[in-house]
């Protein structure tokens, strides 16, 4: 059981309610965990500011649930980043439903590392927490390479792409948690996302016939460079349209 620090608030203050029956289809053996988990967030982590006060009630269907269900995406054994991974969302719900993953939580800020810590030590979960922004040389050092990387309502997703691509390796897959708008986003993005070096993008949804609302993921693959479009083909292809012209097929 994750224990919470006396002077930041105390777990028997908020009501110990059933997990939803939906919670046991995902996690199994390890919905004790999971409800420890939801614990942890309900009182450390609303103390400490990692979540609102109003999300309580809907933790484990907007959050803890939300997450868990994209290990829908992610094949067997999979090294997986998790990158502005804040109390832990999409990570620990990952690590709890799929514990053949092996995942790594990217988090800067010191107070939400530090409850990362806390609540994986206590848990005795295998996951590592690496303190810093996803972008800085030493965190792709020492997490990049990966299968997959995931993220939650970090960035927009230009600038999400710029920290997740060179984390993965060649044909690893960015899993961006995202709303409806998802589609309107990428052809708003696209281009900067290109640019990045990724491809084959494909909107998925994650859940259904588990949560009532599946969640929705982008998916997008990190490519070789051989296989990314060249620089003076997209240059001739912009220009052509500049000039209202039809590029050749």
């Known amino acids: ?14 009501p110990q309610l059933p997990p939803p029956a939906e919670a046991e289809l995902v996690f199994g053996d390890r919905l ?8 942890a967030l309900a009182t450390a982590g609303v103390e400490r500011g990692l979540i609102g006060p ?3 009630p809907r933790l484990w269907e ?18 997986v980043v998790d990158i502005g991974s804040g109390a832990g969302l999409p990570g620990i719900p990952l690590a709890l439903a799929r514990p053949d993953l092996r995942i790594t939580l990217v988090e800067p800020l010191l107070r939400r590392t530090v409850f990362l810590k806390e609540f994986i030590d206590a848990a005795e979960l295998p996951i590592t927490v690496v303190r810093g922004r996803a972008e800085q040389p ?49 052809e708003r993005d696209r281009a900067a996302v290109e640019r990045v070096g990724a491809g084959n993008f494909t909107v998925l949804e994650c859940g259904a016939g588990i949560i009532a609302t599946p969640t929705v993921v982008l998916s997008a693959e990190r490519l070789r460079r051989s ?4 620089k003076r083909q997209k240059k001739r292809i912009r220009t052509d349209r500049r000039a209202g012209e039809t590029p050749p097929s």
């Open 62 to 79: 907007r959050h803890i649930l939300n997450c868990a269900v994209v290990g829908e995406l992610i094949g067997e054994g999979a090294s």
């Open 138 to 186: 030493g965190v792709i050092q020492e997490a990049g390479g990966a299968d997959v990387v995931t993220s939650r309502a970090v960035a927009p997703l230009a600038k999400l792409a710029e920290w997740s691509i060179p984390l993965l390796h060649d044909h690893g897959h960015m899993l961006a948690l995202k709303g409806s708008s998802v589609a309107e986003e990428l």
């Open 54 to 56: 109003r999300e309580v």
């Open 1 to 14: 059981m994750f224990h919470v620090k006396p002077e930041l608030g105390d777990s028997s203050v908020v």
């Open 32 to 39: 004790a965990s999971a409800c420890d988990y939801w614990t």
């Open 227 to 230: 296989e990314r479009p060249a």
